[in-house]
Structure formats: structure tokens, C-alpha cells
């Protein structure tokens, strides 16, 4: 599905070709502006080329060689500040200058560069299915959420005061797992009310503390689902079946192909179950429409409420809320 080192080796080989494209677009600016330079540049590199040559055969000395260096660097970083240039400005460039977009730093001892670390955990995280790069518990922000009062259940509450509660309630089954009460969630709700924000909260979390788990929206269960069908290649739909945690999002909103979408569903939630297999799925649907909208045998098996924890979301969409301060 995914092979990590081909991607970073890839991400650097694009860094390394910007930096050439930048350095042939400076080079010709510079040649076009001031023709001297070229031949400046071209007399210093077969100076060192020359220079060695003469040091290994023991003529010349090195102090003549980093002499004449120094007068054509001068010359050079004279030509380059004419035309408003620093005097490195045609050295080459490199995005990370640590490792020189290698990726590695130290000799000879070899370590992974800040560049690379942070490479991989963007990839990591895309890899999870995290398309909200910034989610996460720690930034989660209940003051997005009204405050007004309202009664539920004779209890005075908020829509801030459930969120946080629902944060509190994710975090902790993120802590837990496996040890969980319940390996099932659903969280319904409307849209615009923070569901999928939660659960790239947990596919975070959960990845951060090592557990394998991977968010995908309903559209691209079925999409996986056809590839494993039409085009023979079941790898993304066998991953779906088997990873240790699943978050489904936004179930309703897929196509339903006749003969494939309600089959397919089923057999995932019917296979992940029988396994003991931790699933978060989130829906728009109130419990009445997910009964209709699917059928019985999938609606029973999402509410069932001996393994699955119904985590209703109330209120208003916080899209439309003015933030307040
Ligand atoms: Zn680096």
C-alpha cells in the first residue's frame, strides 16, 4: 500500500532538483548580466582541478593554491556584489543545509536528519488517512463551541460542555486501548459538529502511542471495496479488514452500488467484530435513518448497544459560529 523509504527518497530527489533548477536560473541570470563571470567561475574550478593535479605531483604548494583561491573569490564575490548578489550566490543551494538534502548528517557516524524525521512523520500521518495535518488533542479547542445553556435530560449543559466531555471520553479509550469497555463507536451527529476532527484527534493519538489504525471515509471504503472487485487487487479492502483500528467517517455519504456497497459494508462490520477488531464509525444519520438508509442486518449490528458505544453529538455547526473570544 505504502512503501516509505521509496516516498522520502522520492520527496528528496524533488528538493534536489528545485535546488538545480534554482541554481541553472541564478547561474544564467548572472552569466547573462555579467559574462565575466563565467569565465571567473570557470578559471577557479580549473584552478582546484589544476592545483590538485600539480600538489600530487608534488609541484606547487598548497598556500599558492588557496592564494590564488582567495584573489579569484575575491574577483567573483566583486562581480556578484556589482549586481546586487551576495558573494555565495552561486554556490550550490540546498534546502536542508545540515544534511545537504541527503537526509543524514555526521561522519562517520551516520544520523537521521531533523529534515528527515519530519518527513516521515508527514508521511506517517498521511498514511493513516489524516488529511487535517493539525488535529490533535492537544489543540483541540472547546472555546470553537458555544457556551449557551441548555436543559438535556434535566441536566443544564452546553454544546462546549459536551465536547469537552466527548474529548475527555475519546482520550481516555485512546489511553485504554485495548483495554477498553467497548471496541465499538459510533458517533452521530450532524455535520459541522466536530466529529471528523475528533477522530483524526484519535487516529493521531493512537499512531503517536504505536497502534496501528488507519481513517477513511465511507467513500473510500467503497471505492476499495470495487478495486478489490473490478480490478482484482483486494490489498487496500484485506487492510480494511485487519487493521488493529478502523475509523470509518462520515458512513451515509458513500455511492451505493447495487450488489457491492450494503454487501461490503457488512462484511466489514461483521468480519472486524468476529475479530475482536477496534471500529470508529462516524455518521450523519440519526439511528431512525441509519435503520432505513441501510438494512436491518447492518443498522442492527451499529447499534447494538453490547458492543457498540453510541456517542450522540448535539448542537449547532460550529462552521457557522463566529468564534468567541
Ligand atoms: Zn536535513
Same mark, same amino acid.
Given at each position: 500500500m505504502f512503501?516509505? @523509504?521509496? #516516498? =522520502?527518497?522520492?520527496?528528496?530527489?524533488?528538493r534536489r532538483e528545485r535546488c538545480a533548477a534554482e541554481e541553472a536560473r541564478r547561474e544564467a541570470e548572472a552569466f547573462a548580466a555579467c559574462p565575466e563571470l563565467k569565465a571567473l567561475i570557470e578559471s577557479r574550478l580549473d584552478l582546484v582541478l589544476g592545483g590538485v593535479a600539480q600538489m600530487l605531483q608534488g609541484a606547487g604548494s598548497r598556500q599558492d593554491l588557496l592564494g590564488q583561491m582567495a584573489e579569484k573569490n575575491r574577483q567573483i564575490a566583486e562581480r556578484l556584489g556589482a549586481l546586487g548578489h551576495p558573494a555565495d550566490w552561486l554556490d550550490p543551494i540546498y534546502e536542508c543545509p545540515d544534511c545537504r538534502d541527503t537526509g543524514y548528517t555526521g561522519?562517520?557516524?551516520?544520523?537521521?536528519?531533523?529534515?528527515?524525521?519530519?518527513?516521515?512523520?508527514?508521511?506517517? @500521518?498521511? #498514511? =493513516?488517512?489524516?488529511?487535517?495535518?493539525?488535529?490533535?488533542?492537544?489543540r483541540f479547542d472547546e472555546?470553537?463551541?458555544?457556551?449557551?445553556?441548555?436543559?438535556?435530560?434535566?441536566?443544564?449543559?452546553?454544546?462546549r460542555k459536551q465536547m469537552i466531555i466527548?474529548?475527555?471520553?475519546l482520550e481516555d479509550w485512546c489511553a485504554r486501548y485495548p483495554e477498553v469497555r467497548r471496541r465499538n463507536l459510533l458517533l452521530r451527529g450532524k455535520s459541522g459538529l466536530g466529529k471528523t476532527y475528533l477522530l483524526s484527534c484519535v487516529a493521531r493519538r493512537l499512531s503517536e502511542r504505536g497502534v496501528s489504525c488507519l481513517l477513511v471515509s465511507a467513500f473510500q471504503l467503497v471505492e476499495a471495496a470495487r478495486r478489490a472487485i473490478f480490478q482484482a487487487s483486494p490489498e487496500d479492502w484485506n487492510t480494511l479488514l485487519d487493521v488493529p483500528v478502523l475509523l470509518l467517517d462520515d458512513?451515509?455519504?458513500e455511492p451505493v452500488y447495487q450488489n457491492i456497497t450494503l454487501e461490503y459494508l457488512y462484511q466489514l462490520i461483521d468480519t472486524r467484530q468476529r475479530a475482536g477488531l477496534a471500529t470508529f464509525y462516524s455518521t450523519n444519520f440519526t439511528e431512525e435513518e441509519l435503520r432505513t438508509h441501510y438494512n436491518e442486518r447492518i443498522a442492527s449490528r451499529l447499534l447494538d448497544v453490547r458492543s457498540v458505544d453510541v456517542i450522540p453529538f448535539?448542537?449547532?455547526?460550529?462552521?457557522?459560529?463566529?468564534?468567541?473570544v
Open positions: 512503501d516509505m @523509504a521509496k #516516498e =522520502i527518497e522520492q520527496e528528496y530527489a524533488r561522519e562517520p557516524l551516520k544520523r537521521e536528519c531533523a529534515c528527515r524525521q519530519a518527513i516521515k512523520a508527514r508521511l506517517k @500521518a498521511r #498514511e =493513516i488517512g489524516l488529511t487535517d495535518g493539525e488535529a490533535s488533542f492537544e472555546k470553537v463551541f458555544p457556551n449557551e445553556p441548555r436543559v438535556e435530560n434535566g441536566i443544564a449543559t452546553s454544546q466527548i474529548r475527555r471520553l458512513l451515509g455519504t448535539e448542537g449547532v455547526d460550529v462552521r457557522q459560529c463566529r468564534l468567541e
